[in-house]
């Protein structure tokens, strides 16, 4: 059994990978015989009591309606906009400053969303970019895979830190620190590293992000070196200050304001036609479009020719004010995020065992500000009952897909985290991790982001990820006589990796642009990616530890 524990305690992520990326099953059939073996083994391996089987798929289920909140507060900004016209408009108003598909997608996927990662994080990004593009023009796949490749750099330190401040607590009481070093400089020191290595390799996303879109439309990537400069030039204009910024104040504002930095430096560099190409670039004709690029939703879809055309600033209102709202709920400077988290519905000691689960309703981005500016697009754009009950039903209509994938995943994942209720039994993740720290020794560098990014795969969030992995990526780095920040850095850039992958992201913003079903195609393309950053992270650490 101890050998082959690591394999057992692999084979429900296995399976899932196979199922979805072999054979191309959407994650709603995928995920519940992923479910389904995890428990067999939790259950005849790990000798888990039926209670806690059940208590930990309970948790995972709440876990996962925490989630829906935000698919479905979404969805129905996108359902409005559409219906008010304003999707319209805002596709108009991006074409004042470039109609090149290329320039828009470095605007909209990585530089607001990586604002909106830092303010909110946990699929905020993809879930309002990918629908944004979307209403733009953009196929509803491209803009799917685009926004999830593009939510990486800024993810460490998304929703105001939490992956770092909050991702590495447990570390608190059982790290060794000098009397010199506070716990906060500690993590102010990861921060930095993790500032590096996004600067080393996240500036080349924006490139990576055009080159993939042209070859996805074309099959070629002569039309993306066309701006390999203006790509370069949107990298830095973030990942430069997102890096000074965790240097100098800590891990908690780095994306925010990097973003706020770099975006208003590169619409301003657009509108001067810096770097910009001679010619513009757009996708093929719809009617070439490939059978998987469209989904239920239509891309660019016009408003009735009754409707008069609506200013650009007023279809940007909605999204200028969930942005200005995430600001205010995520900065401790204005106290409201203290606020809102007082309120928490939770199940504590579920069905008697000592597993719970916990949300703040009114901190989660799906309430505030998703369905609250949701609620007042109709007063913005003067939008009529018929619009408002036509969305609402649209909605509803594509949310009930995405709640059985979710909860199926969830449920897995806190069934492989609190597999170790049994006395000296370590949990099926652990295991995991552990023998591959056995195996690798002092090259334990190349390996720690890969944890890290098998972490966000199956659970969804870099933040859980480093609270997963955290504690055993200290204690492997001690074992292997590594350096315990560098290592705990990997953990958390390989975790903001996995993000492109993980699924219930790739679920949530496939969901927004009607195109569940694709998951393992999106996981597909954007593998190769992610596990690419992973490994260049940790092979840059391990060549400065070997050579330096």
């Not at 701006?227 to 104040?249: E, R, S, Y």
């Not at 690798?440 to 982001?449: H, M, V």
């Not at 990997?490 to 975790?495: E, K, P, R, T």
């Amino acid at each position: 059994m101890n050998q082959l524990a690591p394999l057992l305690a692999l084979l429900p992520i296995v399976v899932v990978g196979i199922l979805m990326v072999g054979m191309m099953w959407p994650s709603s059939k995928a995920m519940p015989v992923g479910l389904a073996v995890a428990a067999a083994i939790a259950f005849t391996i790990w000798e888990v009591p039926a209670q806690h089987l059940l208590a930990a798929s309970l948790a995972g289920v709440v876990n996962a309606l925490d989630i829906l909140l935000i698919i479905f507060g979404a969805i129905l900004i996108l359902q409005l906009m559409k219906h008010s016209g304003g999707m319209d408009a805002i596709s108009r108003s991006m074409a004042f400053i470039s109609k090149d598909r290329r320039v828009q997608v470095l605007i909209i996927a990585w530089l607001f969303g990586s604002f909106l990662e830092g303010a909110a994080g946990f699929g905020t990004p993809a879930a309002v970019a990918a629908p944004l593009l979307m209403g733009m023009g953009f196929p509803p796949f491209m803009a799917a895979v685009l926004t999830l490749v593009a939510d990486s750099a800024s993810v460490s330190f998304g929703a105001v830190g939490v992956p770092i401040h909050g991702g590495f607590e447990a570390l608190r009481d059982v790290v060794s620190l000098p009397e010199s070093l506070s716990f906060g400089r500690f993590l102010q020191d990861i921060g930095l590293q993790v500032g590096l290595l996004h600067f080393a390799l996240g500036t080349f996303i924006p490139l990576i992000m055009v080159g993939l879109m042209t070859r996805m439309a074309e099959g070629s990537l002569r039309r993306a070196r066309e701006v390999w400069k203006l790509a370069l030039f949107a990298g830095l204009v973030f990942t430069v200050p997102q890096a000074l910024i965790a240097f100098f104040i800590g891990p908690e504002l780095p994306a925010l304001l990097g973003a706020l930095i770099g975006l208003p430096i590169f619409l301003f560099a657009v509108s001067r036609g810096f770097l910009t190409p001679k010619t513009e670039w757009d996708f093929p004709d719809k009617k070439d479009w490939p059978e998987h690029w469209q989904g239920k939703f239509d891309a660019g879809t016009g408003m009735p020719d009754d409707q008069p055309t609506m200013r650009g600033w007023l279809a940007w209102l909605p999204y200028a004010v969930v942005g200005g709202l995430l600001l205010l709920t995520r900065i401790e400077f204005f106290h409201l995020s203290t606020l809102l988290q007082q309120w928490n519905i939770g199940w504590t000691d579920i069905l008697g065992t000592d597993i719970s689960a916990t949300i703040t309703p009114l901190y989660n981005p799906g309430v505030v500000p998703f369905l609250l500016i949701a609620m007042l697009i109709p007063l913005m754009h003067g939008m009529n009952l018929q619009g408002v009950a036509a969305s609402c039903r649209s909605t509803l209509k594509m949310i009930g897909p995405a709640t059985a994938a979710l909860i199926s995943a969830l449920a897995m994942v806190y069934i492989m985290i609190n597999s170790g209720v049994a006395e000296g039994k370590e949990s099926m993740l652990i295991v995991v991790a552990g023998a591959a720290s056995d195996l690798a020794g002092q090259s334990w560098y190349l390996l720690a982001p890969l944890v890290g990014t098998l972490g966000t795969f199956i659970s969804g969030s870099n933040t859980v990820s480093n609270i997963m992995f955290g504690v055993l990526q200290q204690d492997a780095a001690i074992q292997s006589g590594l350096h315990v920040v560098p290592v705990l850095a990997l953990q958390a850039v390989g975790g903001a990796a996995g993000n492109m992958i993980c699924v219930h992201n790739v679920v949530a913003v496939l969901a927004t642009v009607g195109l569940l079903g694709k998951e393992g195609l999106v996981i597909r393309i954007n593998l190769g990616i992610a596990l690419g950053y992973a490994i260049l992270a940790g092979s840059i650490v391990w060549a400065i530890a070997v050579f330096v």
